[in-house]
């Protein structure tokens, strides 16, 4: 029997009910304390690249991540960045040190499926698809750009 | 002053990912994706490079900042070498963030366990 649209909704309807409400106010203020935390250390990190380096505001942008990169590999790997993730939701997911914690875990997981498969493509399971869409931004944005705004 | 707008300015977009996944329903992965063409997409309209001025790592950690750094690395390619500058911008200016990203991760993931 074939399912009419009048019972898809309905079953939507009930679907929705009685799906666990989430507390929303409370998760994006979990996500706000720790997304900001997060990036007043990474400010503390670039900060301390420009006087430590004599980096100009723009140049020490790029050391920073890195370092916020870095430590959100090793926290993964030490096992202590779940934590932060429970808490945090995407206030810990959003920041680059949980996008190291992306590329990590599932690898590290995965290392029995072997070197290639296992390690070498879960560890692009999340970074493929945002180095994908990423570049490919840039490369509409680019276009646009070119069109728009090159001088010939 | 930095250190308070790096604050806001993060957790600003850490709690407004939080309501895309908890109202709008799409999965944490979709949103990150969504929000680093988001980035490129507000770098491109010229309104990321000032709120990195105002925020520092407030807008640079966060995953948007790499669809900035991606958006205006081919911008200013383009400026240097014309529309080749569209294929080579983007990875040029990421470079140090994803080498690092892929190095590192390797290098955790060979040598640590994960808990049972």
């Known amino acids: 029997m074939e399912a009419t649209k009048v019972d898809r909704l309905r079953f939507e309807a009930v679907r929705r009910r009685h799906a666990p409400r989430r507390p929303v106010l409370a998760n994006a203020a979990r996500a706000f304390l720790v997304g900001?935390?997060?990036?007043?250390?990474?400010?503390?990190?670039?900060?301390g690249f420009m006087a430590w380096l004599r980096l100009s505001p723009e140049t020490s942008a790029t050391p920073a991540t890195a370092a916020m990169i870095a430590l959100g590999a090793v926290l993964t790997g030490l096992g202590l960045w779940d934590r932060v993730a429970r808490f945090g939701g995407m206030g810990a997911s959003l920041p680059v040190?949980?996008?190291?914690?992306?590329?990590?875990?599932p690898a590290m997981e995965y290392k029995r499926d072997g070197w290639v498969f296992g390690v070498g493509g879960r560890l692009f399971q999340l970074a493929g698809p945002v180095l994908l869409y990423g570049l490919l931004t840039a490369?509409?944005?680019?276009?646009?750009?070119?069109i728009l705004y090159a001088p010939r | 002053m930095t250190f308070l707008w790096a604050f806001l300015v993060g957790g600003a977009l850490s709690a407004l990912a939080q309501l895309v996944v908890d109202v709008a329903r799409l999965t944490p992965a979709q949103t990150l994706v969504g929000f680093v063409v988001l980035?490129?997409?507000?770098?491109?309209?010229?309104?990321?490079?000032?709120?990195?001025?105002?925020a520092g790592a407030?807008?640079?950690?966060?995953?948007?900042g790499f669809g900035h750094?991606?958006?205006?690395?081919?911008i200013a390619d383009i400026a240097r070498n014309g529309w080749l500058g569209i294929f080579s911008g983007g990875l040029e200016?990421?470079?140090?963030?994803?080498t690092v990203a892929i190095a590192f991760s390797y290098l955790?993931?060979?040598?640590?366990?994960?808990?049972a």
Request: glycine share 14%; hydrophobic share 55%; net charge positive.
């Open chain 2, 93 to 98: 200016a990421a470079a140090v963030g994803v």
């Open chain 1, 97 to 105: 040190t949980g996008f190291a914690n992306a590329m990590v875990a």
């Open chain 2, 58 to 64: 407030g807008a640079t950690v966060p995953l948007t």
């Open chain 1, 139 to 146: 490369v509409a944005a680019g276009t646009a750009y070119y």
């Open chain 2, 108 to 115: 955790v993931a060979l040598l640590a366990q994960p808990k």
């Open chain 2, 39 to 54: 980035g490129g997409v507000a770098s491109l309209l010229g309104l990321y490079t000032p709120l990195v001025r105002l």
């Open chain 2, 69 to 74: 750094v991606l958006v205006q690395g081919t």
């Open chain 1, 36 to 47: 900001g935390l997060i990036c007043l250390v990474g400010e503390a990190v670039r900060q």
